[in-house]
Nanobody, 115 residues
Framework: QVRLVESGGGLVQPGGSLRLSCATS????????MHWYRQAPGKEREWVAS???????NYTDSVKGRFTISRDNPRTTMYLQMTSLKPEDTARYYC?????????WGRGTQVTVSS
């Protein structure tokens, strides 16, 4: 059974920083592309960033230069370092992988950017 558990969310002021973690188990983590998504209230879930098994990264335009995705293969954990946070970054953040022919999602961690 694949398990994804996000953590690190919270309430932060505009301009602040947070680091999200996604701890995984049950899959061959080092061989998988991993993704972060987010969903704001009343909006559809949107892709935020991806990191390939080789470490190549991609970001949605709205977070480029502010967010950094990374991975620690021995710890089977993925991270999202978020800086210069804006109120529009407020959302529930989810990690995602596709393995064993199935799309796996965590339960998410809430990020709220507000003064």
């Amino acid at each position: 059974q694949v398990r994804l558990v996000e953590s690190g969310g919270g309430l932060v002021q505009p301009g602040g920083s947070l680091r999200l973690s996604c701890a995984t188990s049950g899959s061959i983590f080092s061989r998988l592309t991993m993704h972060w998504y987010r969903q704001a209230p009343g909006k559809e879930r949107e892709w935020v960033a991806s990191i390939s098994d080789g470490g190549s990264t991609n970001y949605t335009d709205s977070v480029k230069g502010r967010f950094t995705i990374s991975r620690d293969n021995p710890r089977t954990t993925m991270y999202l370092q978020m800086t210069s946070l804006k109120p529009e970054d407020t959302a529930r953040y989810y990690c995602h992988q596709f393995s064993r022919g199935t799309a796996w999602w965590g339960r998410g961690t809430q990020v709220t950017v507000s003064s």
